[in-house]
């Protein structure tokens, strides 16, 4: 991540604080304009969390196995 990048995420976060109702509307807006840059993040997290499920789904089966 660049210096830019790690600027304007910590101004972000800092906005978020602070002034939550302002954060959200940046974002909705940046969403609206720019849906692309949202759209690998939201993938890239839905699938880490598919295979967080499907590991706790293998665990409990054999859990169940082992009863």
């Known amino acids: 991540m660049s ?3 790690e600027s304007i995420g910590k101004i972000l976060l800092e906005l978020q604080k602070d002034d ?3 954060f959200k509307k940046l974002m909705q807006k940046a969403l609206e304009e720019n849906p692309e840059l949202f759209e690998d993040t ?6 880490q969390v598919d295979e967080y ?3 706790i789904e293998e665990y ?3 859990i169940d196995n082992e009863s």
């Open 42 to 47: 939201i993938d890239q997290e839905n699938k």
């Open 20 to 22: 939550p109702d302002t």
């Open 60 to 62: 409990n089966k054999n």
């Open 53 to 55: 499920n499907k590991k």
């Open 3 to 5: 210096n830019l990048d």
